[in-house]
């Protein structure tokens, strides 16, 4: 699978910081931008004062991702739009699978990236968006050595809130880089042939650490 680009690793720390912060600080973020401003801002200080993380612990990453991280990710939307329109040739336990092996890829291949970050600042472009957008997508830039990495959201309003089902790094959209790649592996061998080619990868990842 050629979905492995080093230009994604800075989707990690960004991802992270969406669940770092305790309920008092989250009632303030009612707008998206202000959401992503906040939570991305504090998980530079919180990755920088844990050395776990650091070391890409990925344990204490899936940890840190299953209780605070995906309560800001549609998670379904951003797998079923990986996966494109064979999702809704999949049963309901071939789509549980589908998540729960493309959740553990992601957090194993981008955990390694949390060493990485040092003196990185974040910094929001003007959100173009109307009150009653229920879709919108926050720009923004990370800033540290080097060129400013290029790094926005796809973000969707819900019930619960503002959520995120895609990332885009350096103008590469996550989901579209995946669907290519799990179209080609779908054509070959089915949806269980996926499965099985993630679960394969999230092994050969977990065995490197």
Known sequence: MTVFSPLLRWIAPMLLSLGLMGPAAQADTGAPDALIKQLSTSVLDSIKADKGIQAGDVQKVMLLVDQKVL??????????????????????????????????????????????????TIELKPLRAKPEDTEVIVRSEVRGRGEPIQLDYRMEKVDSGWKIYDVNVLGVWLVETYRASFAQEISASGIDGLIAKMAERNKALASKR
């Open 71 to 120: 309560p800001y990710i549609n998670f379904q939307r951003m797998t079923a739009s990986a996966v494109g329109r064979n999702w809704r040739q999949a049963s309901p336990e071939q789509q549980k699978r589908l998540q729960e092996e493309f959740k553990t890829l992601l957090v194993r291949t981008y955990a390694g990236a949390l060493s990485e970050v040092r003196d990185q």
